[in-house]
Every structure is written in structure tokens, then in C-alpha cells.
């Protein structure tokens, strides 16, 4: 690979020793989860005591110990966040610190990798990207390079005269380009690297971006000076926010980042560190880091579970870290955008990749070199979708002991509370963390509705989205067991626009989740009429599973919901340059011509 004009500081024989504040937080973390698992398996014991033993109550005991600690470390995760964020603002600390000025355009390359995208939207948000960097004059002369994996000819001709008819309009010959690989092997991870073999030598940084990422010249500049501050650091993740959600299903994703989502970024950022991990876009990365680091194996075995690796972010951040250099996350409301999936049906099939992708990380999770935070966050991606069927595995079992023999009918002590009302509060409680701080912004209340709209839209955001976790549940089961039986997931784009699914499509993708809410609740309402108000939830979000995954698709249902204000975020009322250079979703066109808001 070529040797960067400016070559990366020595790290040979260099490892970075793990700090005391560092272990101090690791070992507080780790005793947090432990603490609060072992409380709430206490109380479920203590509720299980109180009825005739049963040989189900040990691997109920079992799953549940397992579930909790996933919900405790989640939790604390989101604890440790709202914590900075709420000592900052105390201590008037905005993250500001001098920085170079020394100019960083010509050492600086976006890249856009693409593989049969909606090419008027990649082009509309490379646009805009390219005038709100270009306007930075310290960032002027950057490079810019569309990376396409397409296959279909008629798409690459399209992306090709769209490449020329944008490099024509600013005016780019010999900043932008445009190269379609032959072979597309390595998915995304193989297109930037064989970028990197080809071209890397060229720049310092490179900005990798998504289909639908945007980023503003001015957080790209910040990215780029604290590159060039400090010498170690190999990658800066952003949070990129969603924006131009237009459908019920893409506002909700939307209106739940802006309000919580920050707070698990940020604490992520602070139980992490220099060890961070990377969400492959909306990321700057020095390209000799990169490059010397970051050669993905080949699992051994077949896929879906061997063969080369789908979720390579995740690997790239670690062998970054493993050869010592640092990878951090800003999880600040800057200029970093993405869009959501616009119906619970698009989210799916996007996750089926990512479910057998983070699978995949079971085989590393062990290899040698690897730093113990990296392990840790490879077991967090696995977790993020195995928890699925073990959530379905503790609801069977509990169903079964149910129906051939029966459960407590409640505790003297508070043994039933503990066990239900602990992992209650460790769902919502992050929720109310990001919610506060919301409330205590004056200028972020405004932007989300004010106080009313922003507590309507949370109680409606909770509401629908405990409706379609059990859905979730299923469809994430599914795709466990079919990674484990061989099923490999393939390659393709993702669905990121559109009105709503075929309600055909609809009913087929969530027939068996409504027959399979029916008979839980005939089996749960004919033993035990009260187990079923525990189990309604669930049971109502499996029976309803399509007609809401069908509304949730609809961009007239997300409309209503904005005329109302509700579900509104900051981006809408006054979007940020880079997001409205690239085309106001319908409904905020409907405002801007006098539409009532």
C-alpha cells in the first residue's frame, strides 16, 4: 500500500498502557452490573420461592440472570453518559480546546463508497456536502471520490454522468472522481481498501460516508484539527443524528435519537475511551492508521458465519486499537447526519445483514492481541441480537411451567416487584435521562415541541415502540437461527425512501407474529387471566404486528403527526445548512409554502 506523504509516528514495541482511570472505570462498570443483576435474579428467586419448585426454575433463573445483566449493562451505559453530560454542563465545559490552524484541504479525501443507491439522492447529498466543506476555506482543495460496487450497467452509467454533471457544477476536474471496481470483492471493507492500495498516499484523512450521510464543512474541519493535535489518533466517530424522516416508522427512529440516543453515545464514549469502536461512516480516519492496521481476515468456514467479514467497522476499530492507536467517539449534536429506514419492514432486512455480521464476531472474539474493551463491545453486537432469542426462550418457558404447572401467585416479600419492576426501570430510565436533559436545553425544548409536544411525543414514542418490540423479538429469533442453519443473508442496497409497503407485503412479512400472539394469549388468558394483563403488551403488539408495521411505513401518518407537533425534532423547525441544501422531505415543503406546523 502507499506510504502516506506524512508518515505515522513510531509505535513500534509501543503498546498504551490501560490507565487507572481507565481500569477505575471498567472495574466500577462492571461491578454497577453485576450489583443490579444480582438484585433483580434475588427477587425473582424470592418470587419463584414462594410456589412449588418446578424443574423449569433453574434455566429460567438462568436466562434471566443472563437478560438482566444485558438490560444492567445497557443501562449503566446510559448512566455513565447522562453523568458527563450533566457535569459539563455544570462545569461550563463545551468540549472547546485550541486546536491547529494550519490549512487541511489537499491532505484531506471524502469518500464515498456506493453499491446501487438511489443515485439522485447520493448525488444530492454529495452536493451539498461539497459546498458546505468548499466553504471552509482552511478545507478548500479536498478531494472527493465516489467508490461504486454497482453491478447493474444501466445504475453505473447513472452514477457516472452524475459524477460528471456534479464535478461540472463546482467546478471540481481534478478534485472529484470516479472509479467503479470490476470486482467488488470485500463488500464495502474491500472497496476503501482497495482505495487505500490505490490512492491513499495521497492524503492524511479520509472521511468516510454512507449513502445517506451528510456532514457539514464545519464539524469536518473540527474532526481534522484534533487529527492533526494529536498524532495517535487513528479514528473520530461522530453520532450522526437522522434527519429527513418522513414516514411515522422513520420520525419515531428519528424523534428517539434526538431525545436519548445521545446519552448511550456518550456514555459509550466515556466507558471507552481511547477504545472506542466505529460505525463504518460519518467517520474521519487517518489513512496510514488505516492502512497499516486494519487487513480484514477471512473467517474460516462457510458463510453465513465464515467467509469474509459484514460488520467490519466493528473489527477495523479494534485492530486499530490493538496496534495502539486511539479511537474515540464525539457524540455532540454537530453537523453529522444520516437518515433512518422509512418502515419496520426496510429496519428488518437492514438488520438480517447486521444480525449475521455481529454473529460473525463470535470467531474473534477470543483471537489473540485484541484489546479486553474491543472483546467487550464484540460481545455487546452479539448480544444485541441474541438477546432476542433468549427473551423468546425465557417467554416459552415461562409459558410452559404456566400451563402444566402453575406460577406463584405472588410473594409475601417484594421478590415479584424486584424482579418485574427492576428490569422496568432499567428500560425506561435512560429514556428519562435523555428526556431531562432535553427539558433542561431551552433551545433543544423548543426544537422538539416545547415541554408539551416533547412529553407527548416521548409518551406516543414509548407507546408504539413497546408495541413493536415483540415483533422485533420474532423477527430478530428468525434471523438468529437462520444465520445458525446456514442461511447466508447476501449483499445488497438498502431501502431508505419510500410511501409505505404493499399491505399484501405487509401481511405476509407478519402473519405468523399475529397467529403467534393469538394463541399466547389464548394459552396465557385460559390458565391464567392475570399473567395475561402482565403479557398484554406483547400479546397487543403481536396480534396488531401489521396493521402498525403498514402505518408505520406511511408518510401521510408521519405528516399528521408533525402538523400536530408532534414527533418534531430540531432539524425540522430550522434544518441545518447541509440538510436543506439537499431537499426538504414533503412534509417540511408543505411548511415551507405556508402549511400549518
Not at 386 to 394: I, N, R, V
Not at 542 to 557: D, I, N, R
Amino acid at each position: 500500500m502507499p506510504r502516506s506523504e506524512n508518515p505515522p509516528p513510531d509505535l513500534s514495541g509501543t503498546v498504551r498502557p490501560v490507565g487507572v482511570r481507565r481500569l477505575f472505570v471498567a472495574a466500577l462498570f462492571a461491578g454497577l452490573v453485576l450489583a443490579t443483576a444480582v438484585v433483580a435474579v434475588l427477587g425473582f428467586r424470592e418470587f419463584l420461592a414462594a410456589g412449588r419448585p418446578h424443574l423449569l426454575d433453574a434455566p429460567l433463573q438462568l436466562l434471566f440472570a443472563v437478560l438482566v445483566a444485558w438490560l444492567a449493562a445497557n443501562f449503566w451505559i446510559a448512566a455513565f453518559g447522562a453523568a458527563a453530560m450533566a457535569w459539563r454542563r455544570m462545569a461550563g465545559d463545551h468540549g472547546c480546546r485550541p486546536v491547529p490552524t494550519r490549512p487541511i484541504g489537499r491532505r484531506l479525501v471524502v469518500l464515498m463508497p456506493i453499491c446501487g443507491e438511489d443515485v439522485d439522492r447520493v448525488f444530492a447529498g454529495l452536493r451539498a456536502m461539497y459546498r458546505s466543506l468548499e466553504a471552509e476555506p482552511r478545507l478548500s482543495g479536498f478531494h472527493l471520490f465516489v467508490l461504486s460496487d454497482s453491478r447493474d450497467v444501466a445504475v453505473a452509467r447513472r452514477e457516472e454522468l452524475a459524477c460528471s454533471a456534479l464535478t461540472a457544477e463546482v467546478a471540481g476536474v481534478g478534485r472529484v472522481f470516479y472509479r467503479r471496481r470490476r470486482d467488488n470483492r470485500g463488500r464495502k471493507a474491500g472497496n476503501i481498501q482497495d482505495f487505500c492500495e490505490r490512492w491513499g498516499g495521497h492524503y492524511d484523512y479520509m472521511l468516510v460516508l454512507d449513502a445517506d450521510s451528510l456532514m457539514d464543512g464545519r464539524t469536518v474541519l473540527r474532526l481534522a484539527d484534533r487529527m492533526d493535535a494529536d498524532p495517535l489518533l487513528g479514528l473520530l466517530q461522530t453520532w450522526p443524528r437522522p434527519v429527513r424522516a418522513r414516514s411515522l416508522f422513520g420520525r419515531l427512529q428519528q424523534f428517539a435519537a434526538s431525545v436519548h440516543g445521545r446519552v448511550s453515545a456518550e456514555g459509550l464514549g466515556v466507558l471507552m475511551g481511547d477504545s472506542c469502536s466505529y460505525w463504518g461512516h460519518n467517520a474521519l480516519i487517518r489513512v496510514s492508521a488505516f492502512a497499516g492496521s486494519c487487513g480484514l481476515p477471512v473467517l474460516p468456514g462457510r458463510p453465513p458465519i465464515g467467509g469474509e467479514i459484514l460488520s467490519h467497522d466493528f473489527v477495523e476499530a479494534a485492530l486499530l486499537v490493538a496496534d495502539g492507536w486511539k479511537v474515540r467517539i464525539i457524540a455532540d449534536r454537530a453537523g453529522s447526519f444520516e437518515e433512518p429506514p422509512p418502515s419496520l419492514i426496510a429496519s428488518a432486512r437492514r438488520d438480517r445483514r447486521w444480525c449475521q455480521g455481529n454473529l460473525q464476531h463470535l470467531q474473534l472474539v477470543a483471537a489473540p492481541g485484541l484489546a479486553g474493551i474491543s472483546r467487550f463491545h464484540f460481545l455487546m453486537g452479539v448480544m444485541a441480537y441474541l438477546a432476542s432469542p433468549l427473551w423468546l426462550l425465557f417467554l416459552t418457558l415461562g409459558v410452559v411451567r404456566l400451563a402444566i404447572g402453575e406460577w406463584p401467585a405472588g410473594p409475601d416479600g417484594g421478590g415479584l416487584w424486584i424482579a418485574v419492576g427492576l428490569p422496568l426501570l432499567l428500560l425506561l430510565l435512560p429514556r428519562a435521562f435523555g428526556l431531562v436533559g432535553v427539558l433542561a436545553v431551552p433551545h433543544l425544548r423548543r426544537g422538539h415541541g416545547g415541554a408539551v409536544g416533547l412529553m407527548a411525543g416521548s409518551a406516543l414514542e414509548l407507546l408504539l415502540t413497546t408495541l413493536t418490540a415483540p415483533v422485533m423479538m420474532l423477527l430478530h429469533s428468525r434471523f438468529v437461527a437462520e444465520v445458525m442453519l446456514g442461511r447466508n443473508s447476501g449483499w445488497g442496497p438498502q431501502r431508505r425512501a419510500g410511501d409505505g409497503e404493499p399491505f399484501a407485503d405487509v401481511l405476509r412479512a407478519h402473519g405468523v407474529h399475529t397467529v403467534v400472539g393469538i394463541l399466547l394469549a389464548g394459552i396465557v388468558g385460559w390458565n391464567s387471566p392475570a399473567a395475561l394483563a402482565w403479557l398484554a403488551p406483547v400479546v397487543v403488539g403481536l396480534v396488531l404486528a401489521a396493521p402498525l408495521s403498514w402505518l408505520g411505513g406511511l408518510e401521510a401518518a408521519g405528516a399528521a403527526l408533525r402538523r400536530r407537533g408532534l414527533l418534531r425534532v430540531p432539524e425540522e423547525g430550522d434544518p441545518p445548512a447541509v440538510v436543506r441544501a439537499v431537499g426538504l422531505p414533503r412534509c417540511d415543503a408543505e411548511r415551507s409554502r405556508g402549511g400549518r406546523s
